[in-house]
């Protein structure tokens, strides 16, 4: 059994004191340190690294031995914040003892949580890892290592039936004891009602304004993704969830990373981002 990290405890504490969560995906020391610098509250090794780093349209590449190298790169630059890292596609569907192996690795690459894709049968993963000591984070709604399942990136829980899929999906995670929920693409008010109805904190991207946390992709908030390596500039265009704090942040035309990564930080602690505008 694993010792149970203060760090969430602490953070799951500050939610039930009413505090939100800024969380953002971060891939190396040098920017883990300046977003620890910032009171970033959670870091995410995220498998979007495959999109963002290696230039892929998707996920679907990253392999553990990608996401246990950045993870070790983040430990190096933050000992102090929180580090969720993501269980790459293939590393914990097939039983829930390769499930451990690997989410042990990631643990022992500097993670103090594991966050993997899906409900129904992944609940039994959850309470396995939870049962042995390892911190879970459930990603519900749009789960981007299911893209070509779902038809592209598209909201879900837009219909009666996938809504209340979505919703008994949170509340069987938190019920095997995950420490989150996080919510990729779903309409603000289902998020509200799930962010309503467990135990444990909700984290939203593209899930409204009323959840516990919030979390960006990095190069989303700098506003210098512009899509796959091998497609053309024009084609791209940024998701409605997604704000540029690079450009909103700068002072007389002079823009500064660590000043953009403040003001995402301030904006979701004063409940100013998500705006509507960023919602569905
Ligand atoms: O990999 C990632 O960056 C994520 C976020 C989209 C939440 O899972």
Not at 208 to 221: A, I, P, T
Request: aromatic letters at 6%.
């Amino acid at each position: 059994m694993l010792p149970e990290n203060p760090m969430l405890a602490k953070l799951q504490n500050s939610v039930k004191a009413g505090e939100k969560l800024a969380m953002l995906t971060c891939y190396d020391a040098t920017f883990a340190k300046l977003m620890e610098l910032a009171g970033v509250d959670i870091l995410l090794v995220g498998d979007s690294l495959g999109m963002v780093l290696q230039g892929a349209e998707n996920t679907l590449n990253v392999s553990m031995h990608h996401m246990t190298y950045h993870t070790k790169m983040v430990k190096n630059g933050a000992q102090n914040t929180v580090i969720m890292a993501d269980m790459p596609i293939g590393s914990y569907e097939q039983d829930n003892e390769a499930a451990y192996k690997n989410a042990l690795w990631l643990i022992k690459s500097g993670a103090h949580i594991v966050k993997f894709e899906g409900g129904g049968k992944r609940v039994e993963t959850a309470r396995y890892l939870v049962e042995r000591g390892i911190p879970v984070c459930a990603h519900l709604g749009f789960t981007p290592q299911s893209v070509n399942q779902l038809g592209g990136y598209k909201i879900q829980g837009k219909t009666e039936e996938s809504a209340s899929q979505i919703l008994s999906d949170a509340k069987a995670m938190s019920e095997a004891g995950v420490s989150f929920v996080l919510l990729e693409m779903v309409p603000a008010v289902l998020a509200k009602k799930i962010t309503e109805s467990i135990n444990v904190p909700t984290i939203g991207i593209g899930a409204g304004v009323d959840c516990s946390g919030q979390v960006l992709v990095l190069q989303d908030l700098l506003g210098i993704y512009t899509g796959a390596a091998s497609k053309s500039l024009v084609d791209f265009k940024s998701p409605r969830f997604v704000k540029n704090f690079l450009a909103e942040s700068a002072v007389n035309g002079k823009a500064s990373i660590q000043a953009a990564v403040t003001a995402y930080v301030q904006a979701v602690k004063e409940k100013t981002f998500p705006a509507a505008e960023h919602s569905y």
